[in-house]
């Protein structure tokens, strides 16, 4: 998993909703080079370089979030308003946590009765006010344990899985669209009228099935890629907002 993985996975301005940490990272740093050694490849030192040099890395370090992932989600949440006090909320893929985190600053769930339930096959940092089963969301009782937990039905799914990639374009783009699928179909058992599904995607074109289906079933869908998601990554977000029922 990079930033996150298969449900087992961080702008500027001030956060909407939740607390005073920034929405992104602020100034700039040396550039820092990595060189390779006997034990590490040219591949794993250009990782580790990216890594030390993402201003988001160093940014979530400093406001305590589990990982750079948090920004992206902030990033949407200030275009978009997706979460609001109170609301019960269902995380797929939520290791290493950083949405986890980010949700329940916004919603929370101890003073508002709202509920934040997040599945990972990873573990990951407990995070407060957040309720975490680590299994695997393919597996067949996954669905009917979150549906327990969560208690209701619930305002927003939302889901950062990605499988593993193999290099290959085609394959890794139909495999995340068919975790997307299956994050899709949950979220219409469970969610509330007036909803929201949120869910990562690789540009591809395989998604079209998909979000020609969530025209139907949603109000408005739309397509983001948040700051904080790199510029050579073909990850990207659909948003659909106002769940039919």
Same mark, same amino acid.
């Given at each position: 998993? &990079?930033?996150?993985? %298969?449900?087992?996975?961080?702008g500027?301005g ?12 602020? !100034?700039?740093?040396?550039k ?8 590490r490849?040219i ?9 030390l ?9 400093s406001? !305590?979030?589990?990982?750079?992932a948090a ?7 200030e275009?978009l ?9 269902v995380?797929?893929g ?5 949405? &986890?985190?980010?949700?329940?600053e +916004?919603?929370?769930p !101890?003073?508002?009765?709202?509920k934040?339930?997040?599945i990972?096959?990873l573990?990951m940092?407990p995070?407060?006010?957040?309720d975490?089963f680590?299994m695997?969301? %393919?597996?067949?009782?996954?669905p ?7 208690g ?6 939302m ?5 593993p %990639? +193999? ?7 139909l495999?995340?669209m068919?975790?997307a699928d299956?994050?899709?179909?949950f979220?219409?058992?469970?969610l509330?009228p ?12 395989a998604?079209?099935?998909?979000l020609?289906?969530?025209k139907?079933?949603? %109000?408005?869908?739309k397509? +983001? ?10 990850e990207?977000y659909?948003?659909?907002m106002?769940?039919?029922?």
């Amino acid at each position: 998993m &990079t930033d996150k993985k %298969t449900g087992g996975k961080a702008g500027g301005g001030a956060r909407a909703g939740g607390g005073g940490k920034s929405g992104g990272p602020r !100034g700039l740093q040396k550039k820092v080079q990595v060189k390779t050694r006997a034990k590490r490849s040219i591949s794993s030192a250009r990782w580790l370089e990216r890594q030390l040099n993402d201003p988001y890395v160093a940014a979530a370090k400093s406001d !305590g979030y589990h990982s750079r992932a948090a920004y992206k989600l902030l990033q949407m949440q200030e275009d978009l308003d997706i979460f609001k006090p109170g609301m019960r909320v269902v995380d797929l893929g939520a290791a290493p946590g950083g949405w &986890t985190q980010v949700v329940c600053e +916004i919603v929370k769930p !101890g003073k508002n009765g709202g509920k934040v339930v997040a599945i990972d096959y990873l573990e990951m940092k407990p995070v407060a006010e957040a309720d975490f089963f680590l299994m695997d969301f %393919t597996d067949d009782e996954a669905p009917d344990v979150l549906k327990n937990a969560i208690g209701g039905k619930a305002h927003v799914v939302m889901s950062d899985m990605a499988p593993p %990639t +193999i290099g290959h374009k085609q394959t890794d783009h139909l495999r995340i669209m068919a975790l997307a699928d299956m994050a899709y179909a949950f979220a219409l058992e469970v969610l509330l009228p007036g909803g929201t599904f949120l869910a990562k995607v690789f540009q591809g074109g395989a998604e079209k099935d998909l979000l020609n289906q969530m025209k139907k079933d949603f %109000t408005k869908v739309k397509h +983001i890629k948040p700051p904080a998601s790199r510029v050579d990554s073909s990850e990207m977000y659909v948003v659909a907002m106002g769940f039919r029922g």
